[in-house]
């Protein structure tokens, strides 16, 4: 029940910012947009997460369009260690309300 | 940074045994799941618990499988009869209040042979 699009992949140079978008045009009003990474098999890594209003922490901004049809992760400054699968996934923060993982976008940063 | 504590991180079993696996959660997470993602596939949701109960099961989460907190740190999965396609790496997470994102372990890769 997939219910955001992302690009299957994407390259970054080093250095750079990178903007992975997300579409979630069904998305509703008292839905959040998450977003994680994996890096290898690692577990997945909660990166940031935001409602409406656009988001910023250590890691990452998250812009999220005005209709929130749409969003943008934005890493500032990619690394190598940046190289990771990266899913956007949205979810009503309500009690256990759980997360579903898509295909994600895989993220390639080039020295 | 508090952690998702798991063990073991590989395990390797006979087709038919019974194996447990176990998580720490960080301690006053309130929310707690188990994931699995078999190789080259998607992270795949199995199992919530929240208040000593399940609150929510997969259809991957057949009677096969079952949760437990039996002492308010420790979360378990068990499978009963584990099959070779039960080979996989299980991810278990806790999550803190509403909204919170999760924190996940560093998974147990299981083998069933």
């Known amino acids: 029940d997939a219910k955001t699009t992302q690009p299957p992949s994407m390259d970054c140079a080093e250095g750079r910012a990178a903007n992975l978008p997300c579409n979630h045009s069904?998305?509703?009003?008292?839905?959040?947009v998450y977003w994680y990474r994996q890096i290898h098999s690692q577990g997945p890594q909660y990166i940031i997460h935001?409602?409406?209003n656009n988001e910023t922490n250590e890691m990452a901004s998250l812009i999220i369009t005005e209709d929130r049809k749409s969003s943008t992760l934005i890493l500032p400054h990619a690394t190598l260690r940046d190289t990771a699968v990266y899913y956007c996934?949205?979810?009503?923060?309500?009690?256990?309300?759980?997360?579903?993982f898509g295909t994600g976008t895989r993220l390639t940063v080039i020295p | 940074e508090p952690e998702v504590t798991q063990t073991p991180s590989h395990q390797v079993t006979q087709m038919g045994q019974e194996v447990i696996l176990r998580c720490v959660p960080i301690?006053?997470?309130?929310?707690f799941y188990w994931y699995r993602q078999i190789l080259g596939q998607k992270v795949e949701f199995l199992v919530s618990?929240?208040?000593?109960?399940?609150?929510?099961k997969s259809e991957i989460f057949d009677d096969q499988f079952s949760v437990e907190r039996p002492d308010g740190s420790n979360f378990t999965l068990k499978i009963r009869s584990t099959k070779l396609e039960d080979s996989a790496m299980y991810f278990c997470?806790?999550?803190?209040?509403?909204?919170?994102?999760?924190?996940f372990g560093s998974g147990t890769r299981l083998t069933v042979v």
């Open positions: 997470a806790s999550s803190g209040r509403v909204n919170y994102g999760y924190t």
């Open positions: 069904t998305i509703s009003g008292n839905e959040y």
């Open positions: 935001g409602l409406k």
């Open positions: 996934i949205v979810r009503v923060a309500t009690g256990a309300n759980n997360l579903f």
């Open positions: 301690s006053n997470h309130l929310y």
């Open positions: 618990f929240y208040n000593n109960e399940i609150s929510e």
